[in-house]
């Protein structure tokens, strides 16, 4: 009498009362409890099932293999056979894995090798494509070729002089307007109100002259107006992609895009549209005469267009991706902020390099003072910002704010400096006098961009596609 499952005789023997098969008792009731069924038919089984066997237990015969000395022999000469075979098995198993092994390290070699190589073809492609010039997109009165030329016409290059001509003159004897704001009044400066999330991802808004319009877009393609004095939005329009940056010139709407193309909007119907960046449009900036219109790209080039003609006009490459664009107010300089921390100057009538700013880290924003002497920059994730004087080309002032700036914006007179942060807006006036600069207002309203509003009685900030008025109440 051997167990069904061991093969051996059974000490506590039981039997099935469905199959009638013999088991150890031990072995058959954890078989049961794990199961539920008998290991030999299947069959649902249960303990109940089971029916104990008497048996005397004073004797255990042994295996039949196990009753002479050539039987342990050949026992132990079949084991060793078998350890043999394992042994051989196992080796050939290792041999075959240290093959798929050293196999798919050199397909992994081999497409690491691939990549580099994919990436710098693509980064050689992409240099390759951002000096190649690109038809500008359809204009008002009809096409136009893209000049990738060596400077601006005689008579663009006549209305830059003029401007610098008549602004120049009058900057440093230009009287603060008596109705502008004070220090007195920006530190009374409180949120006053709040418009619904309108744009989501809007990270620019731009004034009108009037400064109650706001010009904003966000990452959705599409654009808008609002009238800060109803507090509502006016219009609508379609820029196609994500807004990048937006400024006003007139009475014309002017949105760039990620998709690399720039779009003028008169009362919301599209006026022009030029598509001369290989990339994203970064930035956006207008000239003091309000005729001629500069843009950067990730394209590491800047385009300067005539907006009277709605034409492109000059190309000038440089060796980085720019993420910035200011005009001096003058109109003679125009300043571009690079990833590689550079902020070139260049000559507005030529595309010569005037002057270059070495910075510490890709640079985020860049502002002209309209004393005409000051540029103040911002890096990316900065919490400062720097000041240079054009005079001199150096570094004049650092200004610490105490969280990270995203934008930073000059009033019309240069004494007020508004920074934008998530951590809020800041005012830093600069007194001629005191030869000494302070901090009017330090509010917790999160920006990503701020504009001066008119007369500077008020200020306008965006923040997660919302807009918030700040003034005295």
Not at 185 to 191: E, G, K, R, V
């Amino acid at each position: 009498m051997l167990c069904a499952i061991s093969g051996e005789a059974p000490q506590y023997p039981v039997a099935s009362t469905k199959s009638g098969n013999v088991f150890e008792k031990r072995l058959i009731e954890a078989y049961i409890s794990e199961n539920g069924k008998d290991p030999l038919t299947g069959e649902d089984l249960t303990l109940e099932d089971l029916v104990e066997l008497k048996s005397s237990r004073s004797v255990r015969p042994r295996p039949p293999t196990l009753t002479s000395i050539p039987s342990l022999l050949g026992i132990f000469q079949n084991e060793w056979d078998a350890l043999a075979l394992e042994t051989f098995t196992l080796r050939q198993h290792l041999t075959q894995t240290r093959q798929e092994l050293s196999r798919a390290l050199y397909e992994h070699d081999a497409a690491v090798r691939v990549i580099t190589r994919l990436s710098r073809e693509r980064d050689e492609a992409r240099e390759a494509l951002s000096k190649i010039a690109i038809n500008s997109g359809a204009a008002s009165n009809g096409d136009a070729m893209q000049v990738d030329g060596q400077g601006l016409s005689e008579e663009l290059v006549a209305k830059v002089q003029s401007t610098q001509d008549r602004l120049s003159k009058t900057r440093r004897k230009r009287a603060v307007p008596e109705d502008w704001t004070t220090s007195d009044t920006i530190q009374t400066f409180t949120p006053l109100n709040k418009s619904e999330s309108m744009y989501p991802g809007a990270r620019t808004v731009s004034m009108d002259a009037s400064g109650d319009l706001a010009l904003l877009g966000g990452t959705d393609g599409s654009a808008g107006i609002f009238s800060i004095s109803q507090n509502e939005l006016v219009q609508e329009i379609s820029a196609g992609s994500a807004v990048t940056d937006t400024l006003w010139a007139g009475n014309k709407a002017i949105v760039g895009t990620s998709a690399g193309t720039i779009k003028a909007f008169d009362n919301g119907t599209e006026s022009a549209s030029f598509s001369g960046h290989a990339g994203e449009v970064s930035g956006l900036a207008l000239h003091a005469s309000g005729e001629i219109l500069a843009s950067v790209g990730v394209d590491k080039s800047y385009i300067l267009y005539d907006l009277t003609v709605s034409t492109q006009v000059l190309q000038i490459y440089t060796d980085s991706a720019l993420t910035t664009v200011q005009f001096h107010p003058d109109g003679h300089l125009l300043a571009a902020g690079g990833v590689d921390g550079q902020i070139r100057v260049f000559e507005t009538k030529t595309g010569d390099i005037a002057a270059v700013f070495k910075a510490s880290g890709p640079v985020q924003a860049i502002s002209f003072s309209e004393n005409g002497i000051w540029l103040a920059s911002v890096l990316q994730g900065s919490t400062s910002v720097s000041i240079w004087d054009l005079r001199k080309a150096e570094e004049a002032k650092v200004l610490e704010i105490g969280g990270q700036i995203t934008n930073v914006r000059w009033d019309y007179t240069g004494q007020f400096l508004a920074t934008a942060g998530p951590s809020g807006i800041t005012v830093q006036q600069y007194s001629k006098s005191a030869k000494a600069w302070s901090e009017p207002l330090k509010s917790a309203v999160p920006a990503v961009d701020v504009a001066w509003g008119a007369k500077a009685q008020h200020l306008v900030s965006i923040d997660q596609g919302a807009i918030t008025v700040l003034g005295s109440s």
